[in-house]
């Protein structure tokens, strides 16, 4: 039986509200270390990336609090639904972000999970400063005036 042909860059599940609550200064594509019925619950597009972040822990990388559901068909080995998992960078970028973190106060927030083009699941990690009450308001006022700017060049033109 022939190989099903992957989509490339499809979305297993994102985090609307970090580019909301935070301020994204830069972005690095890490792997992701699955377990058997994982990669399947991801395809399926269910997992919620809403309260997870990025951290250290024994000197690695490691993603804590992401939700990946149980996979729908019931097997013998089945995952934890919120276990941290592991995630691969290079050593370099390693200690460039946890310089981040610990000198600056800066967050690692995962942004997205995608498989790419050979089918392995991908995260994309920002690297980001808390917002304030007033930076968001700030935000949603350029954004309506930007929108109701095109809408009038729309009507004119």
């Known amino acids: ?20 609550d935070y301020a994204i200064t830069s972005t690095i594509e890490a792997g992701l270390i699955l377990q058997g019925t994982e990669v399947k619950s991801l395809r399926s597009g269910r997992a919620n990336l809403a309260d997870a972040f990025a951290g250290q822990q024994e000197g690695e990388l ?57 089918g392995i699941a991908k995260v994309q990690l920002g690297l980001a400063r808390g917002k304030k009450l007033h930076d968001k308001r700030a935000a949603e006022k350029e954004r309506d005036w930007q929108r109701e700017k095109a809408r009038v060049l729309r009507d004119r033109g």
Request: proline content about 5%.
């Open 1 to 20: 039986m022939a190989r099903p042909t992957l989509i490339a860059g499809k979305i297993a599940a994102e985090n609307r509200r970090a580019r909301h």
């Open 62 to 118: 490691y993603l804590f609090n992401a939700y990946i559901p149980e996979y729908q068909v019931k097997t013998a080995f089945t995952h934890e639904t919120r276990r941290p998992r592991k995630l691969l960078v290079h050593r370099k970028e390693l200690g460039r972000l946890l310089g981040a973190v610990t000198r600056e106060g800066m967050t690692l927030i995962p942004l997205s999970i995608y498989f790419n083009d050979r």
